[in-house]
Nanobody, 125 residues
């Protein structure tokens, strides 16, 4: 499985961005997808995850109500829509594929089997 994240950039506080993660290899609808982020000097942290067919979503408390994750299995792509962005959302965002948990909403890094290369999001105040 290969994952390609895109859509990052510079945005002002209060603005919005939509990231994308395109997957290739394997059967996209057979694995849950997650997003994580890593801010400078900090550990990578869970952001959101979506189940194989999109029926279940989970969010970190820090983004709940502002971020919405969705997926299009026909396009092998997952999209986090990020609204009301804050400077503290500045980070490199990574998508990841969970091939094992069967939609258990895994939030730990080690629960994911494949990772994309990351896309940088900078939110200016």
């Amino acid at each position: 499985v290969q994952l390609q994240a895109s859509g990052g950039g510079l945005v002002q506080a209060g603005g919005s961005l939509r990231l994308s993660c395109a997957a290739s290899g394997g059967t996209f609808s057979s694995y849950a997808m997650g997003w994580f982020r890593q801010a400078p000097g900090k550990e990578r942290e869970f952001v959101s995850t979506i189940s194989r067919y999109g029926g279940r979503t989970y969010y970190a408390d820090s983004v709940k109500g502002r971020f919405t994750i969705s997926r299009d299995n026909a396009k092998n792509t997952v999209y986090p829509q990020m609204n009301s962005l804050k400077p503290e959302d500045t980070a490199v965002y990574y998508c990841a594929a969970d091939l094992r948990s069967a939609d258990k909403g895994i939030t730990a890094n080690e629960g994911y089997d494949y990772w994309g290369q990351g896309t940088k999001v900078t939110v200016s105040s």
